[in-house]
C-alpha cells in the first residue's frame, strides 16, 4: 500500500500531469474551426499552431531533463507550468495567428513531462512505483477525455481566447500542487560526467532505446487511431461526433479494471517483461479486429476496447519501466528522451493518421497500423526483465550530520540511492537485494544501531 506523503505527491503530481494536458487538449478539437477567425489565418497556420506545441516539447524535453538531474527538480517544474501559462496568456491576447503560434511555441517551451515524472518516482518507493505511475498515466487518459467534451462547449462560452485563457489559469493552479509535494534532497553515487557524456550514456543503452521506440510507437498510434476512428464512429456505429466522448470514457473507465492488476502482478511477481508483452499483443489484438470488423457497430467497439485496455497498462508499465532501468544518476534525462520520443510518435501519427483517411479503403488502413505494431513486439522481444531495487524508509538521524550519513550508507554496497525528505524527518534508501551481501548487513546494521529486515 502507498503510504500517505506517496498518495498525497501521487495525487499533486498527477494533477499538475492533468491540468497541463486539459489545457493542451481543449484547443485540439475546436481549432481547426475558431482559428479561422484569426487574421492571416490558412490552414497550414492553423495546423502549426496545434502542432507547435508538441515540437517544443520534444526539442526542449532533454535540455529540462539534464539539468534535473544536476539541480533540483520542483524550481524547474515551476519554471516549466509558468512558460505555459505564459504562452497561454500570449495566444489569447493574440489577434493573428502569427501570434498564436509564438503562444503555442511559448507554452510547449515548458517541457517538463520528465522532470514531474522524476520527481514522483523520487517520492515514491520502489515497490509503489508502478501504482503511482498508473495513476499519473490514468490522469492523462481522463484529461484527453474530458478536453474532448469542455472544449466546445467553453468556446461557445468564452470564445477561442478566453479557451487560452483558462489554460493558463490551468498552469498557475497547478504550480500551487507543488506545495503538497515534499521537499526532496537526492543522493546517489557521485558518477561526474559532463551534460553530452550523461546523455551519451543514456543513448548507447540498449533496453532504454528499446522503451523509447515503444513509447513513439504507442503514441503514434493512439494519435493515428483518434484521427482516423472518429468517421467510422460517425459511418459504421450511427454515433455522432458530439457523442464520441461517452464512447471513450466509459472504455476508459473498464480499461482501469484491467490495468490495475495488471501493473499489481507485474511489480509484485516480477512479471513485467511477459506483461509488457502482453499488453503490446492486446494491441495488436484490437487492430486484428478492427480490420475484419469494423462495419459492424459492436465489433468496431470490442476492438477500441482492446486497443484501450492494452494501451493504459503500457502506459502505467512504460514509465515504471523506464525509472528502473535508467541509470540513477540519470534518470531524468533518460525520462526526457522517453519523453521527446513520446511527443515526435503523437506528431507522426497526426501525420500518418491524415494520410490514412486519404486511402479509402478502411481494411488497409487498420492493416498498416497493425504492421507498425507488429514490428514493435518484434523489437521488444530483446528486452530483458528489469531490474528490481527494494525500499527501506528510514528516520534521519539525531547525532550525525545528513550528508555524513549518505555517504555513509551509499559505502555500502547495495545501496544505490538515498532520497531525503528533510522535512518530514525520513529517507527512503534503495537497495539492490542481489548486490546485498553478509558484509554489507552488518555494516547497515552497524551504522543504524539495529538490525534491518533485507
Known amino acids: 500500500m502507498m503510504n500517505a506523503l506517496e498518495r498525497r505527491s501521487t495525487f499533486a503530481l498527477s494533477s499538475i500531469f492533468a491540468l497541463r494536458m ?10 481547426s474551426v475558431a482559428g479561422q477567425s484569426y487574421q492571416g489565418a490558412t490552414p497550414a497556420l492553423i495546423g502549426l499552431a496545434v502542432g507547435v506545441y508538441g515540437l517544443t516539447q520534444a526539442i526542449l524535453q532533454i535540455p529540462f531533463s539534464l539539468l534535473a538531474d544536476r539541480f533540483s527538480r520542483k524550481p524547474l517544474v515551476v519554471l516549466g507550468l509558468l512558460l505555459f501559462a505564459l504562452g497561454g496568456a500570449i495566444a489569447a491576447m493574440s489577434e493573428t495567428i502569427y501570434g498564436v503560434i509564438i503562444g503555442r511555441a511559448i507554452a510547449g517551451g515548458g517541457a517538463v513531462s520528465a522532470v514531474v515524472m522524476a520527481l514522483l518516482a523520487d517520492v ?16 492523462i487518459g481522463v484529461s484527453f477525455m ?10 461557445s462560452l468564452v470564445g477561442i481566447s478566453g479557451l487560452f485563457w483558462v489554460t493558463t489559469v490551468m498552469g498557475l493552479a497547478a504550480i500551487s500542487m507543488l506545495l503538497l509535494v515534499p521537499k526532496v534532497t537526492r543522493h546517489h553515487k557521485n558518477y561526474q560526467q559532463g551534460y553530452l557524456a550523461q546523455l551519451k550514456q543514456v543513448l548507447k543503452m540498449g533496453d532504454l532505446n528499446r522503451l523509447h521506440v515503444s513509447v513513439f510507437t504507442l503514441h503514434l498510434l493512439l494519435t493515428a487511431m483518434f484521427i482516423y476512428m472518429p468517421s467510422q464512429l460517425i ?9 464520441h466522448g461517452l464512447v471513450y470514457l ?7 479494471f484491467f490495468a490495475f492488476p495488471s501493473i499489481i502482478l507485474a511489480e509484485k511477481y516480477r512479471k513485467m517483461r511477459g506483461i509488457f508483452l502482453t499488453a503490446i499483443g492486446g494491441i495488436i489484438l484490437g487492430l486484428l479486429v478492427l480490420i475484419f470488423g469494423y462495419e459492424s457497430k459492436y465489433i468496431l467497439l470490442a476492438g477500441l476496447g ?3 485496455i492494452a494501451f493504459n497498462v503500457m502506459e502505467a508499465l512504460l514509465p515504471s519501466w523506464l525509472s528502473k532501468s535508467a541509470p540513477i544518476q540519470s534518470k531524468a534525462t533518460a525520462m526526457g528522451v522517453n519523453a521527446s520520443s513520446q511527443f515526435l510518435g503523437a506528431f507522426f501519427g497526426g501525420m500518418i493518421g491524415g494520410q490514412l483517411l486519404l486511402l479509402n479503403n478502411t481494411a488497409l ?4 497500423l497493425t504492421g507498425i505494431a507488429i514490428v514493435w513486439l518484434l523489437i521488444s522481444f530483446s528486452l530483458a526483465q528489469p ?13 550525525k550530520q545528513t550528508d555524513e550519513w549518505t555517504s555513509q550508507l551509499l559505502a555500502i554496497r547495495g545501496i544505490e540511492e538515498v532520497v531525503v525528505m528533510s522535512d518530514q524527518q525520513f529517507a527512503y534508501v534503495k537497495i539492490d537485494k542481489q548486490l546485498i551481501n553478509e558484509a554489507a548487513r552488518q555494516d547497515l546494521t552497524q551504522l543504524l544501531g539495529k538490525d534491518v529486515a533485507i
Open 22 to 31: 486539459l489545457g493542451l487538449f481543449m484547443i485540439i478539437p475546436v481549432f
Open 124 to 139: 515514491t518507493r520502489e515497490e509503489q512505483r508502478s501504482k503511482a505511475m498508473a495513476v499519473m498515466g490514468m490522469s
Open 146 to 155: 474530458v478536453a474532448f467534451s469542455l472544449g466546445p462547449w467553453l468556446t
Open 235 to 243: 459511418q459504421f456505429a450511427d454515433i455522432p461526433l458530439a457523442s
Open 250 to 256: 466509459p472504455l476508459l473507465i473498464i480499461s482501469l
Open 306 to 308: 482492446f486497443f484501450f
Open 365 to 368: 488502413g487498420w492493416s498498416i
Open 387 to 399: 531490474r528490481y531495487l527494494s525500499s527501506l524508509v528510514l528516520r534521519l538521524p539525531e547525532t
